[in-house]
């Protein structure tokens, strides 16, 4: 449990680069579907990043998921527990796959508005979800 204070701290500072990289990768794949731009190696870099920046804020939630008091399994598991126990790594790991998917399947398109199309809507569905967890939480967004 000593390192728990650590990684719970770098979980809370990981969701920062998460947050700012997919707000980029929103904007930039907008931008470039709404101005009809090719789809540069830029986007495929920052695309890299944040799944990488996402990939290690996973690992390190479930960590915390084994290694918290806020997440226990028990008969008042859903009355006392539920958020960080169910609802909070589901949603999450719903964002992460949503990330993941729109990253791997947008490397085998040949059409620079349809990878744009995609990114776009797999990783603002991911924002909103992580977002809404986030807020759950009520630990605050910032």
């Not at 744009?116 to 569905?125: G, M, P, Y």
Request: glycine letters at 4%; proline letters at 2%; aromatic letters at 12%.
């Amino acid at each position: 449990m000593a390192m728990y204070p650590q990684l719970l701290v770098t979980h809370s500072y990981l969701r920062y680069f998460v947050f700012f990289l997919l707000i980029i990768v929103i904007v930039r794949s907008l931008l470039g579907l709404v101005n009809k731009t090719p789809y540069k190696r830029i986007e495929d870099k920052i695309g890299l990043f944040l799944l990488i920046c996402t990939h290690i804020q996973a690992v390190v939630g479930l960590i915390l998921y084994f290694i918290s008091d806020a997440v226990q399994f028990g008969p008042d598991t859903m009355k006392n527990y539920r958020y960080w126990t169910v609802e909070h790594i589901f949603g999450m790991l719903i964002a992460v796959i949503l990330i993941t998917a729109a990253r791997s399947t947008v490397k085998r398109m040949t059409v620079d508005a349809a990878k744009f199309k995609r990114l776009f809507i797999f990783n603002s569905i991911a924002l909103v979800i992580i977002v809404v967890m986030i807020i759950m939480s009520g630990r605050g967004l910032l």
